[in-house]
């Protein structure tokens, strides 16, 4: 299964000239972990909405497998295929951390098995006491162990996450990159991670970086 980018560019004014980027072509396997390093307003955010099916390019196609994923329809792409996790984790703040779950599985129309849901959370080192809390009680680190969880529950096949180590200290960072790194090796998924660390970046399998408009691979 594979989520490629075929020649997509994309700018937020009229004039195509005032591109973030363009004739992009990029590839993402499952299995591996992709990390999109760039400078603060370079367009990685951009970008990954476009592989998240929350916005259309410009130019150009993304395709998963052979299926060009605005033709076959983003809600449907959004439904089975990708799981997003925004930087500001975008949780529910006034539902514990196991109805932010639960709901999120109901929107995409699966049942939630109370057990997977707990063994969830104990994969990302969330104690049980912690579940049934509002998340508002929790910390930053939790709160964004609570939105893996919920990434993860929907069995999506891509996993994307915007800067998901932003406010994290350094052990918090090391602990989530390494369920990120688990869930690609261990459960054969994509894992797309935006970051502006290059320390988070080094431990992906393929690093890309957007710079002066432009892509490269530089592992
Ligand atoms: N909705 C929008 N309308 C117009 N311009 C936008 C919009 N969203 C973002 N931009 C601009 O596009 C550029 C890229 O924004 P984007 O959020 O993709 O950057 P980023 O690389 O994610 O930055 P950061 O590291 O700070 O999160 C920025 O200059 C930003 O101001
Ligand atoms: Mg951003």
Redesign the pocket.
């Known amino acids: 299964m594979t989520l490629k980018t075929q020649n997509i560019g994309y700018w937020?004014t009229n004039n195509p000239d005032d591109y973030?980027f363009k004739d992009v072509n990029l590839a993402f396997d499952k299995g591996k972990v992709y990390a999109i390093l760039?400078?603060?307003?370079?367009?990685?955010?951009?970008?990954l909405s476009l592989l998240a099916g929350l916005d259309v390019p410009k130019s150009g196609q993304i395709f998963l497998e052979d299926q060009d994923i605005n033709l076959s329809g983003l809600t449907a792409y959004r439904k089975n295929a990708v799981s997003t996790i925004f930087?500001a984790y975008n949780l529910l703040t006034y539902m514990t951390a196991r109805q932010n779950v639960s709901t999120a599985l109901e929107i995409t129309g699966k049942t939630a098995d109370q057990t997977e849901i707990e063994n969830l959370f104990d994969l990302v080192g969330i104690d049980k006491s912690l579940i049934d809390k509002p998340v508002l009680q929790l910390s930053g680190g939790q709160q964004q162990r609570v939105a893996i969880v919920r990434a993860l529950a929907t069995e999506h096949n891509i996993i994307i996450a915007?800067?998901p180590t932003g406010n994290l200290d350094e052990e918090t960072t090391q602990d989530i990159v390494r369920i990120f790194k688990d869930i690609a090796h261990k459960q054969n998924k994509t894992v797309i991670i935006?970051t502006?660390e290059t320390a988070v970046a080094e431990q992906a399998d393929i690093i890309f970086e957007?710079k002066k408009k432009q892509f490269s691979q530089l592992k």
């Not at 760039?38 to 970008?47: C, I, L, N, R």
């Open positions: 937020y973030l760039g400078q603060s307003g370079s367009g990685k955010t951009t970008f930087q915007d800067e935006v502006h957007l």
